[in-house]
Every structure is written in structure tokens, then in C-alpha cells.
């Protein structure tokens, strides 16, 4: 089944510890996004990769990190994660074709204490 | 960059048809999308328009007015599970990346 995973799917941690939201998919697509997603302000863009060891700022990039090693694997690195990156965040891949339409994770809905 | 509105939120009765309107400003246009976005899940594709008028997929339609910086969708035989939050996102062009406007949180109603 064509699907991007991410994990954890929820994640209660405090400030300052380091962690990782993983998102994997395996559809072959180049493009992989993240996203926040805030009530009353939508979803916004932190980091995206066009290809394997291409990435670049979004929107809204201070406080995360990303790398992509592999065309699958597109991880979100919070190094010293704080309370206003309390949110709920969405991995995204796509082909580059025409239409270009987002595939989605299920979500990963976080709380920094 | 882009400069995308829409409605906050709308009501409508089951059965019955809605609007949601989308108008946008950019620099360069590449293509308006639509997602349907249900509370706690993932956003999934419903609708892409590159050039002006209107594509049909069942009970929804898209339309688009690139000279007006205009999109709607349209939802006809409304149904329950159709409540819904509704993202437009714009692409500019020689860009890949769209951006997202805010959504309209759809309440179907009995």
C-alpha cells in the first residue's frame, strides 16, 4: 500500500530534550515536506527536500532540522525542542509531475512542557 | 510569495449544495490546489485547476479564474462526513511548492 509513515504519532516530551519525528515513504517520490499545522493559521511549511542531500528552509524553519540520506527517509530533528513547538506536524511526498498533489502522513501531534 | 483567502468557517444543510471561495495574489501562477482536511486526520487531495474553468470529480467541482485570482469549490448532495475543514494551496510560477491558506472548517447539519 502507497502510504507515508511518520512516528511517533504522539509525543509528550519537555523542554530542551532532542528528538526526532521519522517519516518514511515508499512511493519513490523526490519531493518530501514538513509541515505544522497551528489552529487559525494553517498548515505552514518548515523544511522541504527536492531530492536525496537537497533541502531547503520553508516558512517557518528556526528550532528544526532535517536531512535526507535516502529518497525514503525524511526526518524532523528538534535539537533543544520548546513550548511553542507545541503542535501538530505532517510529513508530505510527491512526485514532480504536472498535478504534483501531496501525499500525507497521518500526523504527529506534539507537546513540548 | 502568495497572499491566499478563504472563509473561516460555513454551515450548510445535508443535501444541499456549498461554495467555498478562494481568491489569491502572486507574482507568477503554476496551479491552485484543494484538500480535504477531516478534524485530527491528514489533509488528501481533492482537486487540482491550471487553466480557467471548471473540473468535475462526482459531487465535487473546482473552478478557477487565473485573471481574478479566483478559485471555488463546490460540494453538491451534501453529506454528514463532508464536515470538513477545506484547504486552497497556490503554486507560483517556476515553483514546486504550494502554499496553504488557512482552511474553511465546513459544518454539515442534519
Known amino acids: 500500500e502507497a502510504q507515508v509513515t511518520q512516528n511517533p504519532r504522539y509525543l509528550i516530551t519537555v523542554t530542551g530534550k532532542k528528538l526526532t519525528v521519522t517519516c518514511s515513504q515508499n512511493?519513490?517520490?523526490?519531493?518530501m515536506s514538513w509541515y505544522r499545522q497551528d489552529p487559525g493559521l494553517g498548515l505552514r511549511q518548515i523544511y522541504y527536500?527536492?531530492?536525496?542531500?537537497?533541502?531547503d528552509k520553508g516558512d517557518v524553519p528556526e528550532g528544526y532540522k532535517v536531512s535526507r540520506k535516502e529518497k525514503r527517509n525524511f526526518p524532523l530533528i528538534l535539537e533543544s525542542p520548546s513550548p511553542n513547538q507545541t503542535s501538530l506536524y505532517f510529513c508530505?511526498?510527491?512526485?514532480?509531475?504536472?498535478?504534483?498533489?501531496?501525499?500525507f502522513g497521518e500526523g504527529s501531534r506534539l507537546t513540548v512542557l | 510569495g502568495q497572499n491566499i483567502d478563504q472563509p473561516t468557517e460555513m454551515t450548510a444543510t445535508e443535501g444541499a449544495i456549498v461554495q467555498i471561495n478562494c481568491t489569491y495574489q502572486?507574482?507568477?501562477?503554476?496551479?491552485l490546489f484543494w484538500y480535504q482536511q477531516h478534524a485530527g486526520e491528514a489533509p488528501t487531495f481533492l482537486s487540482y485547476?491550471?487553466?480557467?474553468g471548471l473540473e468535475e470529480k462526482g459531487r465535487f467541482s473546482s473552478f478557477l479564474s487565473r485573471s481574478k485570482g479566483y478559485s471555488y469549490l463546490l460540494l453538491k448532495e451534501l453529506q454528514m462526513k463532508d464536515s470538513a475543514s477545506y484547504l486552497c494551496?497556490?503554486?507560483?510560477?517556476?515553483?514546486?511548492?504550494?502554499?496553504f491558506g488557512r482552511g474553511t472548517s465546513l459544518i454539515v447539519h442534519p
Open positions: 508530505a511526498s510527491s512526485l514532480f509531475r504536472i498535478t504534483g498533489e501531496l501525499f
Open positions: 527536500s527536492m531530492n536525496v542531500e537537497v533541502t
Open positions: 502572486t507574482s507568477g501562477f503554476n496551479g
Open positions: 512511493m519513490n517520490h523526490e519531493y
Open positions: 494551496a497556490v503554486r507560483d510560477k517556476g515553483s514546486y511548492i504550494p502554499t
Open positions: 485547476n491550471v487553466l480557467d
